[in-house]
Nanobody, 115 residues
Framework: VQLQASGGGLVEAGGSLRLSCVAS????????MYWYRQAPGKLRDLVAA???????HYADSVKGRFTISRDVAKNAVYLQMNNLKPEDTAVYYC??????????WGQGTLVTVSS
């Protein structure tokens, strides 16, 4: 199973992007789906999570601006990012917690926000 994130790019501050992530292959026992990000020289941080029953969690820094959603039938998770700020610049990664643990990390998608 591979995680493929897409939708990143260069955007001006205040702009929007929609990230998508699809897990290829058969994924059984999907629980929570996540978006993380890693800025240059920093650790990978949790951005948002959505549980199997639809409960969502956001990092304080993105609350009110980002929205996570999912399509379990498609093994997909999405991140709508509005009112982007330069500090949102990072590589964004998705992952899925299954009954067997987290999947192997994919390459992520780069989001660059210019001021």
């Amino acid at each position: 199973v591979q995680l493929q994130a897409s939708g990143g790019g260069l955007v001006e501050a205040g702009g929007s992007l929609r990230l998508s992530c699809v897990a290829s292959g058969s994924v059984f026992g999907i629980n929570t789906m996540y978006w993380y990000r890693q800025a240059p020289g920093k650790l990978r941080d949790l951005v948002a999570a959505i549980s199997r029953d639809g409960h969502v969690h956001y990092a304080d820094s993105v609350k009110g601006r980002f929205t996570i959603s999912r399509d379990v039938a498609k093994n997909a998770v999405y991140l709508q990012m509005n009112n982007l700020k330069p500090e949102d610049t990072a590589v964004y990664y998705c992952n899925i917690l299954t009954d067997h643990g987290l999947l192997r990390w994919g390459q992520g998608t780069l989001v660059t926000v210019s001021s």
